[in-house]
């Protein structure tokens, strides 16, 4: 699988290795084990989750990082996938123990980290794990379930996420994010799909002689998607270009493949013209809970590379 994979992304359109990528800050609490980042454009803020120390952290316009969520607070658990809408944070976040399994959504208040609301989902026998999400033009926030192979949907009236589909297709399904047509396109184990918001039909979004796998991480910009490949090797930061009608990937390039600091690099930001992005997660360093060696750990790098 692995020399298969470096043949076809060796064979990409446009290949970019050499394309200049900058570290934009570091943390230097280097035991976060880091998944989801965002950026809050009112106060030019960023703000990345931790999986290890269940917090999420803030970097203010000068640099500065403070806990935004302590660990813990508000029951919630590990951290993945973060979003900004609305002066709200949204956090993804799961819990799973011998007595307890459950994947959770909390919603917090931008301005004082207070809890406007959260939404449990805890299904005896069944396993759940809610990763990354999405938010459409109308409001509603969309939820990759890698475990459960579905996408949840909460809104602020349910008391628990809402089933809104699952489908075999979408099996190991990470990233996710809305195009410009309306709908949502996710990546799961065997590619690119796009879900209409209206109907709930999946089509597979094809690249012709390409199968993106792997993809976490999923944004948009202009009128391409930006999804970082780390799955499979080697972990690549990649640009795929969309028709005018958004339902073919037409070309692709290479954003950054192959870093020497990568160490599993997960999700990313799009920033102006900018993709920010988790360069080394060190989640090859996390097991059951808890850091493996924290002697090998480093200090956590978040790079930036230019998109058009």
């Not at 813990?72 to 307890?100: C, F, H, P, R």
Request: aromatic letters at 10%; proline letters at 3%; hydrophobic letters at 40%.
């Amino acid at each position: 699988m692995r020399h298969w994979i470096l043949i076809l992304f060796s064979a990409v359109i446009q290949l970019s290795f050499g394309q200049n990528v900058e570290i934009a800050f570091r943390l230097t609490e280097k035991d976060l084990i880091p998944e989801g980042i965002t950026f809050d454009p009112v106060t030019k803020s960023f703000y990345v989750s931790s999986i290890n120390k269940r917090k999420i952290v803030k970097i203010d316009e000068k640099g500065k990082v403070s806990n935004f969520i302590s660990s813990g607070q508000d029951g919630i658990g590990e951290v993945l996938g973060l979003k900004v809408a609305d002066g709200k944070l949204w956090a993804n976040n799961n819990l799973s123990s011998d007595t307890i399994s459950c994947a959770m959504i909390h919603q917090f208040d931008l301005r004082n980290g207070k809890l406007i609301h959260k939404w449990i989902l805890h299904v005896k026998g069944e396993k759940h794990l809610f990763n990354d999400l999405a938010i459409s033009a109308s409001g509603e926030t969309f939820i990759s379930d890698s475990d459960y192979g579905a996408v949840y949907r909460v809104s602020r009236d349910a008391e628990m996420p809402e089933l809104w589909i699952k489908d075999p297709r979408l099996r190991d399904i990470n990233g996710i994010t809305t195009v410009k047509s309306g709908d949502i396109v996710v990546n799961a184990s065997i590619g690119f799909y796009r879900i209409s918001l209206k109907t709930k039909e999946i089509n597979v979004l094809p690249f012709v002689g390409y199968f993106p796998l792997g993809i976490d991480g999923l944004n948009t910009h202009k009128q391409s998607l930006i999804g970082i490949q780390n799955v499979v090797f080697p972990a690549s930061i990649n640009q795929y270009y969309l028709n005018s009608a958004f339902d073919q990937i037409d070309s692709a390039r290479v954003l950054v493949a192959d870093h020497p600091r990568f160490d599993i690099p997960t999700t990313g930001t799009v920033v102006g013209d900018w993709f920010y992005f988790i360069a080394n997660s060190q989640l090859s360093n996390f097991e059951n809970g808890k850091v493996k060696e924290p002697s090998k750990l480093m200090e956590v790098l978040i790079m930036k590379v230019r998109l058009n």
